[in-house]
């Protein structure tokens, strides 16, 4: 779940005349939205970023625009990642379990904006995602399984 969807239930809340307390929309906020991916976040420049930590911290590996067939050094690293790349046309990065767009994948798309901790997300193939990222590429879709 991500910051994009406890707000839109929040709205969803007000909505139907429901009250939600400050201090439980504020946990819940802090719960699901990583505050160091959301200071990274900034406007879309094309990039697919993967971070060795979660909460986009520690060593940006990759910043990258276009498919990688592997990762090489940054393989088996990554524990959280952001798209901010373009949206219309290949605006999806689907991340795969094995080189040259191999194995299980799953995809982050552009409204999730960042996936900031991949340890509760699974490839297709039910690997978790991770530390096990080795290549990717930017779709329109096709995705069988979605970072959350």
Not at 52 to 69: F, K, P, Y
Not at 122 to 134: A, E, L, S
Request: aromatic share 8%.
């Amino acid at each position: 779940m991500r910051k994009f969807t406890v707000t839109a239930a929040l709205l969803g809340l007000t909505a139907l005349g429901v009250v939600v307390p400050a201090t439980t929309s504020q946990a819940a906020d802090s719960a699901v939205a990583g505050p160091v991916c959301d200071s990274k976040w900034g406007a879309r420049n094309g990039n697919m970023y993967a971070w060795d930590a979660q909460d986009c911290q520690g060593n940006a590996m990759i910043v990258n625009a276009g498919t990688l067939d592997s990762w090489g050094g940054a393989n088996d690293r990554a524990s959280s990642v952001m798209n901010r790349g373009y949206t219309g046309n290949l605006s999806i990065v689907k991340f795969y379990f094995l080189e040259n767009q191999q194995g299980g994948h799953t995809c982050l798309y552009p409204g999730e904006l960042y996936a900031d901790n991949l340890t509760d997300n699974r490839f297709t193939n039910n690997v978790i995602v991770d530390n096990n990222i080795r290549s990717h590429e930017w779709v329109n879709g096709g995705c069988g399984a979605t970072l959350t």
